[in-house]
Each structure stands twice: as C-alpha cells, then as structure tokens.
C-alpha cells in the first residue's frame, strides 16, 4: 500500500491537522483479537469451568444475559479501544462515518433482501421441515423483539471484523485470502458457545457452523469492497443471516452458503484476487483531507 507523502495538512477551520494519527497500524491487530477473544472467552470460560459459582453470582446464562451481550460485543469494544487511541474523538467520528455507506448495486440489495431468504428456505425444504416446522412466534410482540434482540446482537461485532480486521487484512492480502483468514478467526472465536448449554449454539454442531463461517465471510468480503467499506451493509448482511424469521435449515443452509461464496468468487474474480481496489483505510479521511493512495 502506498504511503502517505504528507504528514499533515492545513484544516480550514485553523490548524494543522495530523494525517498521520488516522492511520491504524497493523499492529493494531494484536491488542484488537486480545481484547476480542479475552473479554469473550473469559466470561464464557468461566461459565463452563465454573458454572455453579458464575451462576449463583450472576445467574444462569442464557442468550439474553448482559454478560453474553458483553461477550458478543467484545469485536465492537476491541475495534473501539484501537481506533480511540489512535484517532481519538475525531478517530471515533470518522470510523463511523462508514455506518452512513450504502450505496452499492442493486444485485447485492436483491442477494440481501431476496437471496439470503431463499437460502434458508431451500435448505429448511432440503432438511424436511419447510412445511412442518410451525412459525416461531405466537404474537406480533414476540416477534419485535426477537427481531430487535437480532439486530442489536450479532451485527455490532461487524465493527470489529469488517469495520478494522478485514480492511488491516487486505492491505497484505488479496481480498479472497483475507476473508479466508478472517473467516478461520471469526469461526474460532466462537467456539466457547459450542461447550456452554443455554446458548443458541450448544445446540448446533461446530464443523458446519466453522465451514459456514468461512463462507460468510467470503461472500460478504466483496460486499464490503463493493460498498467503498460500508459497516451499514456488513451488519444487515450478518443480521440477514441470523434472522429469526427464517426458517431452521441448519446444516443445509452451510451446504448451500458455502456453493454462494463458490458463485461469488467466481462472479468476483477480477477483484477477489487482487489488492488493488480492495478497502484498506480503517478511518476515512474527511473530505478537507487528501486521501492516501
């Protein structure tokens, strides 16, 4: 990646303005997956190495626990620990900044809003249970807020993963390989899930959940190119994975993800193979700034 010819530059509203400190080094990866599997896998661990103990402290765990939110939360609150002491407020502002990112084509929005949905209904119809299964939830009421407990879950850890690994990634790695790694991550990280009863996970099985985080990641790694780096657009495309709306079409599903990520690559080949134009820049540079590259 090209670097920056200049350290700073005059702000109009008086001042320099020091280029320099929006940039998030790669080293910033050490104490972002320290504080990531740390808070995440201390608070799970001590659940599954000390149940009776945690669970007259704090109660029993359950996918609504605050102590599991802080866990889920852990890529956001890393991602927002490097990039403070990096940029500071004005760091904070700026990263984002790319939550307010969606423009991208329209055959993504139809993936979105169209195709995950028929990849979890052809994989419940391929498991038997399409027409079985009854609806998850008996009232409007339960059904708002399953939504808003999805919303407000899963996708705050794109912060982390999309927001500052993906980009840190891809400025040694070719999108493909990038997502690959972040994919291999991401899937690890959650492993505790699988070995602590009371969560949503223990009661899946890992390997296709592993496999199917790899997927994921790889089809959503040139989303994220395509969208100039969009956090908005990573986090509908996690919720959109994990709606309760949808049917169980678990393993299925991971088989069928797995053949997307396939079409998109191959779909994505001139970009996923190549840095250039890949999303590097963790903190966008405001427009009173030039741009590095």
Excluded at 248 to 258: S, V
Aim: net charge positive.
């Amino acid at each position: 990646m090209k670097t920056l010819k200049l350290k700073s530059k005059t702000n109009p509203n008086g001042g320099d303005l020091n280029i320099s400190r929006f940039i998030v080094s790669q080293k910033a990866l050490f104490p972002f997956l320290t504080i990531t599997f740390g808070l995440a896998w201390a608070i799970l661990g001590l659940y599954i190495f000390m149940p009776e103990q945690m669970t007259n402290l704090f109660g029993q765990l359950s996918g609504q626990h605050p102590l599991f939110f802080l866990a889920v939360y852990a890529p956001a609150i890393g991602a927002f620990t490097v990039i403070i002491s990096v940029g500071g407020v004005k760091g904070i502002k700026q990263f984002l900044s790319r939550i307010l990112l969606w423009r991208c084509s329209l055959s993504w929005y139809a993936f979105l809003i169209v195709g995950i949905p028929l990849v979890f209904i052809g994989g419940s119809y391929l498991r038997g249970n399409l027409f079985t299964d009854p609806f998850p939830f008996t009232t409007i009421s339960s059904m708002l807020i399953a939504l808003l407990l999805a919303a407000i879950k899963g996708p705050i850890e794109e912060f982390g993963w999309r927001g500052l690994v993906l980009p840190l990634f891809q400025r040694k790695l070719a999108p493909f390989w990038a997502a690959i790694t972040l994919g291999v991550i991401w899937g690890v990280w959650h492993l505790p899930a699988f070995l602590l009863s009371g969560t949503q996970q223990s009661n899946w099985s890992f390997a296709p959940f592993f496999a199917g985080c790899i997927a994921l990641s790889v089809i959503v790694t040139p989303l994220f190119n395509a969208s100039k780096g969009s956090i908005l657009l990573s986090a509908f495309f996690h919720f959109m994975v994990m709606n309760p709306l949808f049917p169980d079409a678990e393993p299925y599903d991971t088989y069928i993800l797995l053949l997307v990520a396939i079409f998109i690559v191959w779909n994505n080949r001139k970009t996923m193979f190549t840095t250039e134009g890949a999303i590097k820049r963790v903190i966008p540079l405001d427009n009173n700034v030039a741009e590095q590259e």
